[in-house]
């Protein structure tokens, strides 16, 4: 690995591949801009790893360099943004608002939204403390002004991990996917027909529902999906699998539990069309079960091999087109087991004192029908993401909900608006 390990992911950015991420924050009240930005600058300087902008050497690689501009902080466009531009003085990080809305945007190339919640948490508590004069309780929150501590960079040498085989390795299977739905989303990521629908509901009934069905809400979740897509896919022929893809952080098992890094890897649950008359909680025993399989720390240390490997590869490789040929086409998390949908929930966040000035906490993020799950004030929200503006899945979902007695509050459809990077 001959750069820096937050700059591969950078290579799979193109016209096909929008690889950034949005995380909307509603505040109980309409924030103060101006000092909003001195907060967020003082925040973002405690983050050296995320304030980086990029340069290409003359081999073509991607360099991240320190970059001592100040992170811009500005109002929503009506266009989307462009990280790594002048507009956002060079920097993959920026924050939008919008009437009460908050929009950190970011390449995910640097993090994920579990690790940007760093720089998130660290920004509000130095508005909020500014703002109200008040020591905001920190929970857990990188305070601005205080040094980064090791771990928050740390990679682990491969040679260091164990190389046990694992138990058994899941070998994915003819999933369905609607690639018709999907190709002009494909051909062009950009287009307005990303959309996602926002749903609220309340944590405490989802986890007593879980409870109660021999789940957590990431099975819970799944299965309800499963049955709802095997009414939508019904009477089509080609339905003999259908699987979902659930995201599990496994920086734990290779050592670095306090990395900004989201060490991702996916888990499979999958499910055939004769199981679609199944009971939640038996559909809940049966993905949970596949997730415990395949949660094995012998997995998260070969997939870190693996990726090490396909890092070395693009070093390797002569040329900029060269290495964003091969980063695109052999991507560890996009090139490998395709899931008919995918679910992103890393628990309860410990948000300290800044939970009673937000209202609501949505992820948005690149993918064709998925949900990003997030967790504050007793409320669970899910974003239910898809690259078309088709209802039936939609539909479908809130039918088995309103089955199962599961209330959900839901948004109107909101267009993703993801942003650009530009990589000149």
């Known amino acids: 690995m001959k750069y820096n390990y937050d700059s591969y992911a950078l290579y799979e950015y193109s016209k096909n591949m929008t690889f950034t991420v949005r995380v909307k924050i509603t505040l109980t009240e309409a924030p103060d801009a101006e000092l909003l930005k001195k907060a967020a600058v003082k925040a973002f300087v405690r983050f050296p790893y995320f304030n980086l902008k990029v340069r290409t050497d003359e081999t073509g690689g991607y360099l991240l360099e320190h970059n001592d501009k100040p992170i811009t902080v500005s109002p929503e466009p009506k266009r989307r943004i462009i990280l790594g531009s002048a507009e956002t003085n060079g920097h993959l990080f920026s924050i939008t608002y919008e009437n009460r809305d908050l929009y950190f945007n970011f390449s995910h190339s640097i993090c994920g939204a579990c690790g940007a919640l760093f720089w998130i948490k660290s920004t509000l508590w130095q508005y909020f403390t500014d703002k109200t004069g008040e020591q905001i309780n920190a929970a857990d929150i990188k305070i601005p002004g205080t040094s980064p501590e090791e771990s928050e960079n740390a990679i682990p040498d491969p040679n260091d991990l164990p190389s046990d085989e694992p138990v058994g390795m899941y070998n994915g299977g003819n999933s369905y996917m609607p690639l018709g739905d999907y190709l002009k989303y494909y051909l062009n990521p950009f287009a307005r027909d990303a959309v996602y629908f926002p749903m609220e509901f309340d944590l405490q009934s989802v986890l007593k529902y879980a409870k109660g069905n021999d789940g957590s809400p990431n099975s819970i979740i799944s299965a309800i999906m499963f049955k709802a897509l095997s009414r939508v896919w019904a009477s089509n022929k080609k339905v003999t699998q259908i699987s979902a893809g659930i995201a599990d952080n496994y920086k734990d098992d290779i050592g670095c539990p306090g990395s900004h890094r989201d060490f991702i890897r996916l888990l499979h649950a999958k499910y055939k069309p004769e199981m679609k008359d199944w009971p939640v909680e038996k559909l809940s025993t049966a993905t949970r079960g596949s997730m415990y399989l395949q949660m094995q720390p012998e997995i998260s240390c070969y997939a870190f091999r693996k990726k ?117």
């Open 308 to 424: 090490i490997e396909h890092l070395n590869t693009i070093d390797s490789l002569d040329g900029l087109k060269a290495k964003c040929k091969y980063a695109s086409a052999n991507s560890p998390l996009r090139k490998g087991v395709k899931d008919s949908f995918n679910i992103s929930y890393v628990g309860k966040i410990d948000w300290g004192g800044l939970e009673k000035y937000i209202e609501s906490v949505f992820t948005i993020t690149d993918g064709h029908l998925m949900f990003e799950m997030n967790a504050i004030n007793d409320k669970l929200f899910v974003n239910f993401q898809q690259v078309n503006r088709k209802k039936e899945y939609l539909n479908a979902f809130l039918e088995v909900l309103k089955e199962e007695n599961i209330s959900v509050k839901l948004g109107e459809m909101r267009e993703k608006h993801m942003p650009l990077i530009d990589l000149r």
